[in-house]
């Protein structure tokens, strides 16, 4: 494998939210436009400013991105539609690095936001995948609950998990989002809840689950000699990776695409995860956040429940994990779920999170993980994002 040019002369600015709501009646375009908008504020943009664009969405159909040019007034010169669910955050911000530095863009927009009526999540799951429609769904079967309750009762058996290993995740990311004004959870969760929480697909319960939201997140992607002319704050990129439908071959997913290229992910950015002051991971179940800490190299594969028995999860432990509350608690708002650790890992390292700021937080490992066909999540992607010394 031929080594990756660095990403050296890109700057990440600006992180924008907006904030979640359980249910609402606006469209996509309405959420995606409001997360832009406050993003170009931030930085002190207008829309004529920008000319490079990627969105991702679930429920923007019948447009893409080409549409949302029109619909938001915009001109570009390079457009990305990026269709990759809890992946495409890493995945949008990669490829518009290389847009900035090939001189194909100046500024990029990055963007990812879904509507949430009433019967979007259940419309959304039913054409989902044409995989699942196919093989699970015509008996009775299907459903990401469904799904990751065989993953999870697998790595159970296989490596001795218990519920409670899994509960530590959810229980800490709870705690964070406590701090966080823009999570959809506002009430503690103690472990005993966790435990007691009533089942929805054995052994996944209550709060293993996501809360679908309506909601949306932004950032611009930027040469450092523009954000630096702006006076902007802002984060580079050490090394990004994607992978696709890695190890077919494994009967059930104990592993993403992250084990075939996270050597050169910390080579690129020449650091190991000893040297990361936070992580933040894709987690629709907190099975799969477990999953990741053994990819990307934070312990060995089945080492993941004494991993997070070991280790505190929190903002102020030794080991801060998805410090806003991550989907499982500050929800997710569909494509934008792909974008949340990523906009959370930005405000970390320009030191402008807040009431969720990690001390002295200067390096962090973001991962995505996506596209859950009938039996699988297909994408998955990784950065590593830094801050001024």
């Not at 570009?76 to 530095?101: E, H, K, Y």
């Not at 594969?301 to 999860?313: C, M, N, T």
Request: aromatic letters at 8%.
């Amino acid at each position: 494998m031929s080594k990756r040019a660095s990403y050296d002369g890109v700057a990440i600015v600006a992180p924008f939210t907006q904030p979640y709501e359980r249910y609402s009646t606006q469209t996509a375009h309405w959420w995606i436009a409001r997360a832009l908008r406050g993003s170009l504020d931030a930085a002190g943009l207008k829309p004529q400013d920008v000319d490079g664009f990627t969105v991702s969405s679930f429920t923007l159909f019948p447009d893409t991105a080409v549409g949302l040019t029109q619909h938001l007034g915009l001109c570009v010169r390079w457009l990305d539609n990026v269709p990759m669910g809890g992946a495409s955050g890493v995945i949008a911000l990669r490829r518009a690095a290389r847009a900035v530095q090939a001189g194909d863009a100046s500024i990029v927009a990055c963007c990812a936001g879904d509507a949430n009526h009433v019967e979007t999540f259940r419309l959304l799951l039913g054409g989902f995948s044409r995989f699942a429609l196919d093989a699970s769904y015509a008996y009775g079967f299907g459903g990401p609950n469904a799904n990751f309750a065989l993953l999870m009762d697998r790595y159970m058996q296989d490596y001795g998990a218990t519920r409670e290993d899994f509960g530590r995740i959810a229980v800490s990311q709870r705690e964070n989002a406590l701090k966080n004004p823009h999570a959809v959870m506002k009430k503690p969760l103690t472990l005993e809840q966790y435990m007691s929480a009533r089942p929805i697909a054995d052994p996944v319960c209550l709060f293993d689950c996501v809360m679908p939201v309506a909601g949306s997140e932004a950032f611009l992607v930027m040469s450092v000699e523009e954000a630096e002319k702006r006076g902007l704050p802002y984060a580079t990129l050490s090394g990004a990776i994607e992978r696709h439908n890695a190890h077919s071959e494994d009967p059930i997913q104990m592993r993403g695409g992250w084990t075939v290229d996270i050597g050169e992910l910390y080579g690129m950015a020449d650091c190991t995860p000893q040297d990361m002051d936070l992580v933040q991971t894709y987690d629709d179940y907190p099975v799969i956040s477990m999953m990741q800490m053994e990819d990307l190299g934070f312990c060995a594969k089945g080492e993941g429940p004494q991993f997070v028995r070991d280790h505190d999860l929190t903002i102020s432990g030794d080991f801060p994990h998805n410090t806003s509350g991550g989907q499982l608690s500050a929800g997710q708002a569909g494509a934008a779920g792909g974008f949340i650790g990523l906009v959370e890992a930005i405000r970390q390292v320009t030191q402008t999170a807040g009431p969720t700021q990690v001390k002295d937080a200067r390096r962090a490992l973001v991962s995505g993980f996506g596209m859950i066909n009938y039996d699988r999540g297909v994408c998955s992607s990784a950065a590593i994002l830094e801050g001024k010394a």
